[in-house]
Structure formats: C-alpha cells, structure tokens
C-alpha cells in the first residue's frame, strides 16, 4: 500500500530573526490542476487547464519545466504563494482567493528565490521539499490566511496554475520588517 503525504511548515520571524510563530500541519489540499498538469506529462497528451487568471490554456507536455515551482527572487507568478483569503479550498480552485503580490507598497510582500531539496529515501518514505521565504518591508504588518504553490509553464506561455492552495488554521500577523517561510515536504511512503 503507498500512501502520498503532502505537509507544509510556516515560520513567522521578527524583523530581528525572533521566531513568532511556527507550525507544520498535513495538507489535503491538491486542486484540480494539479491532476492536469500530472496527467498531460504521465500520458504525453494535451490538455485544456484554467491558469490563474481563469482563462483554459491547452497544454501541450514536452518542455523542461512543465511544472516549474521553484519560483524566481522578485516574482510572486509562481513558486509559493501567500495570500489573505479565507474562503473554503475547493477542487475547483484556479488561484488562492486574495494573493498577496510581490513588493514594498502597502499590502505586498518581497518573494526570495524558491529553494529544494532532492529528493531522498529514508527507510520506505521518499521526500522533497519546496521552500520560500516572504519578507513584509511594506511599512505595516500583513495578515497572511492561505498559502499555496503555482507552476509556470514554459511552452507556449508562459502560463501559471494553481496546484495546491491550503487555508491556515488561523490568520498570521506577519510585522513589518519580518519574514514568513513556507515550506511544502511532499512525502511518498510503501
């Protein structure tokens, strides 16, 4: 029996460094183009998908970076996001509900390069990781409520999906001059 486990960890630091808050908590939270984007690359056959602004993209598999997630310094297109919406994930969710985009003005937030880790075996469990940190330099604190990762299609694109979108348990303060981190461990145990 393989069961597929998906987890992200936030970290909400201080201007100084100072830990604020920190937790992990398992997500169920996959969403529709996900399963799309998995299926055009597993059985090479194009797709119709809705990108993040709502509009079908027929994706054509082939590129090198199909579901690029490690999102670039300065871009809040794709890799992990954040936002401040708090309505219920569904399966049909094509981007988080309020994002928070990428910045210094009053309600954004500066995105650091993406990093991971390759993936690894540990007994019977294989894993990776995706991570990011988000630094509020916007004069005010931001509450951040959802998280997420979107993926950029390199192709005919380039063009960005929602692959999974989670709503916090409870609203974060990120400060002005602090950082949230978001970190996504995808797990496949046998």
């Given at each position: 029996k393989m069961?597929?486990?998906?987890?992200?960890s936030v970290k909400v630091t201080d201007s100084k460094g100072k830990?604020?808050?920190?937790f992990t908590r398992k997500s169920r939270s996959y969403v529709t183009a996900y399963n799309e984007m998995l299926s055009t690359q597993m059985t090479v056959t194009a797709e119709s998908i809705l990108d993040t602004g709502n509009t079908a993209r027929n994706l054509t598999p082939g590129s090198t970076s199909d579901m690029d997630c490690l999102g670039a310094v300065n871009n809040s297109l794709y890799g992990t996001v954040?936002?401040?919406?708090?309505?219920?994930?569904?399966?049909?969710?094509?981007?988080?509900?309020a994002q928070i985009a990428?910045?210094?003005?009053?309600?954004?937030?500066?995105?650091?390069?993406?990093s991971r880790t390759a993936s690894a075996v540990v007994?019977?469990?294989?894993?990776?990781?995706?991570?990011?940190?988000?630094?509020?330099?916007?004069g005010a604190p931001i509450i951040v409520a959802e998280c997420g990762i979107y993926s950029k299609y390199a192709g005919a694109g380039p063009y960005y999906f929602c692959l999974i979108r989670d709503v916090l348990t409870s609203t974060i303060s990120v400060p002005n001059?602090?950082?949230i981190?978001?970190?996504?461990?995808?797990?496949a145990t046998v």
């Open positions: 069961n597929t486990h998906l987890y992200y830990v604020l808050k920190k954040i936002g401040t919406g708090s309505t219920a994930v569904t399966i049909s969710d094509y981007k988080l509900a990428h910045g210094t003005g009053a309600g954004q937030m500066s995105h650091a390069l993406a007994g019977s469990t294989a894993s990776f990781t995706i991570t990011r940190i988000i630094t509020n330099s916007s001059g602090g950082s981190t978001i970190v996504y461990t995808m797990k």
